[in-house]
């Protein structure tokens, strides 16, 4: 009670009031929300459950992410680490399915007994960051780069490590490289795609839109690349994943097709954690340690909470590059193909190639649009 007391002698109303404007009454007008909310976060109002303070932050998703990736489920792994010191515990929240239109995010917050959370977006969801910030809830973001100097956030610059991989690539006699990235993009794939762009202008290699698949981040989306790739009249003779599970779909595919890794294809992928060593071969991979981004924004945040200080953390953490045995020298080119894929048959598989066609078609159809 001594918080929302407080709260109100600083926002001038009546406890009733501050008690209605956190707990989203509708009879509290718009203004006076926003002010008891401003200052409920700056004076670090914890909310409880019954008598107790609640010591609860939340891992926040919000986007069609799941912590069964890889990377989000090696996260979540530092993050539990990370809240020990200060004994705080960890809940899974989905702003998209949980948050109801009319409360502000500090409101849903506070209604699901959270002091603070750490936040996985897209691209297309930066707003949400924005909007948090501007509550003063306690915030922590994870794979994101902002200029506001008032969002805590972390990452991994794997744009260095990729020039690298592709360069690899170019130093072994590769010239058509091929890149595989997620549908829906975010910092991390952005990163790894301009280091893409820039090893080939580096190098004054064309770049080829065709050679660019864009596929969900699953086992499923690296076997779909596979097939794409087998289809071309004009193959490369190499590709970079820049996700994991791409990656391994995208071996394991080739294992079925009776394409060799590298002699046909040389496949460099990208680990979160230790995913290239559960393919033959072991894939050459730009690596990165998820866990020490969700350990060091959950370690950031509970000492925050746990002392009240509001010093602001923004720190990124370079990946290294890995060379294992997915990637050789190129394979002898015969009328456009190696001579290992000339030989492979795609009769009875027409649904391939049309899955090819169809892609590439809207691919091209949501070029032009942003052209437009």
């Not at 539990?80 to 705080?88: A, D, H, I, K, T």
């Not at 929240?93 to 936040?119: A, S």
Request: negative net charge; hydrophobic residues 35%.
């Amino acid at each position: 009670m001594s918080s929302v007391r407080k709260i109100a002698e600083q926002s001038g109303v009546s406890i009733t009031t501050v008690s209605r404007a956190l707990n989203n009454d509708p009879s509290v007008n718009e203004h006076t929300r926003k002010h008891i909310i401003t200052i409920a976060n700056r004076v670090g109002y914890a909310a409880t459950m019954g008598k107790r303070i609640t010591t609860q932050i939340a891992f926040a998703y919000a986007g069609e992410q799941t912590i069964s990736h890889p990377f989000d489920a090696a996260v979540f792994e530092g993050i539990l680490r990370g809240v020990n010191e200060c004994r705080f515990d960890v809940v899974i929240l989905n702003l998209q399915r949980d948050k109801h239109p009319e409360e502000t995010y500090t409101q849903f917050f506070m209604r699901k007994g959270v002091r603070g959370v750490i936040l996985r977006i897209m691209e297309e969801t930066r707003r949400i960051c924005h909007a948090i910030v501007e509550e003063g809830f306690p915030l922590f973001v994870i794979s994101e780069r902002f200029e506001s100097d008032k969002i805590n956030c972390i990452d991994c610059d794997s744009k260095p490590d990729s020039i690298r991989a592709v360069e690899h690539l170019i130093a072994l006699g590769h010239r058509r490289i091929a890149f595989g990235m997620h549908n829906i993009p975010d910092r991390d794939h952005m990163d790894r795609y301009e280091g893409y762009c820039e090893a080939l202008n580096r190098h004054e290699l064309p770049y080829d839109e065709s050679l660019v698949f864009r596929q969900p981040y699953t086992l499923a989306g690296g076997s779909t690349v596979m097939k794409m790739i087998a289809c071309m009249s004009d193959r490369p003779t190499a590709i970079y994943f820049a996700d994991p599970m791409m990656g391994v779909g995208a071996i394991k595919q080739a294992r079925e097709m009776g394409v060799q890794i590298p002699q046909d294809l040389s496949v460099i992928g990208f680990d979160d954690t230790d995913v290239r060593f559960s393919v033959h071969p072991t894939m050459t991979a730009v690596c990165q340690d998820a866990s020490i981004l969700g350990f060091e924004a959950a370690s950031h945040l509970t000492q925050s909470l746990t002392h009240n200080t509001h010093q602001c953390l923004q720190k990124t953490i370079p990946t290294f590059f890995e060379i294992n045995d997915s990637t050789g020298a190129p394979p002898l080119i015969q009328n456009g193909h190696s001579a290992h894929w000339g030989n492979l048959s795609f009769n009875g598989h027409s649904d391939v190639a049309e899955t090819f066609q169809s892609y590439r078609a809207r691919q091209q159809t949501s070029l032009q649009e942003e052209a437009t």
